[in-house]
Nanobody
Framework: QVQLVESGGGLVQTGGSLRLSCAASIGTFSIHNMAWFRQAPGKEREFVAA????????YYADSVKGRFTMSRDNDNNALYLQMDSLKVEDTAVYYC?????????????????????WGQGTQVTVSS
């Protein structure tokens, strides 16, 4: 059974950093698009960042561009999100997500419906 397990969340002050990890039990990890989403209390789940299976690029929401860095380690089936210069508005549950379709080519990696495998989420709280 395919699983995604996030870790690395916690409480940090404004301006601080956290690094989230996602361990994926997907044998074909390297050929799946992967993403991070987040959901704040009372809000819809929103796109944060995504990376293509092909290595063509990594894409970010405007709200995190320049502060967050997403990377993937295909040898170890792992995904990371380095979050720097954190703001109070970054407070949310962060989810790792996988597109189960192999080798999908799309310019819209921000679309939530592309991802059908989700982790349980990890809480990030940024205090002022």
């Amino acid at each position: 059974q395919v699983q995604l397990v996030e870790s690395g969340g916690g409480l940090v002050q404004t301006g601080g950093s956290l690094r989230l990890s996602c361990a994926a039990s997907i044998g074909t990890f390297s050929i799946h698009n992967m993403a991070w989403f987040r959901q704040a209390p009372g809000k819809e789940r929103e796109f944060v960042a995504a990376t293509t299976w092909s290595g063509a690029g990594t894409y970010y929401a405007d709200s995190v561009k320049g502060r967050f860095t997403m990377s993937r380690d295909n040898d170890n089936n792992a995904l990371y999100l380095q979050m720097d210069s954190l703001k109070v508005e970054d407070t949310a549950v962060y989810y790792c997500a996988a597109d189960s379709t192999r080798n999908r080519l799309t310019s819209r990696l921000d679309l939530r419906y592309l991802y059908d495998i989700w982790g349980q989420g990890t809480q990030v709280t940024v205090s002022s």
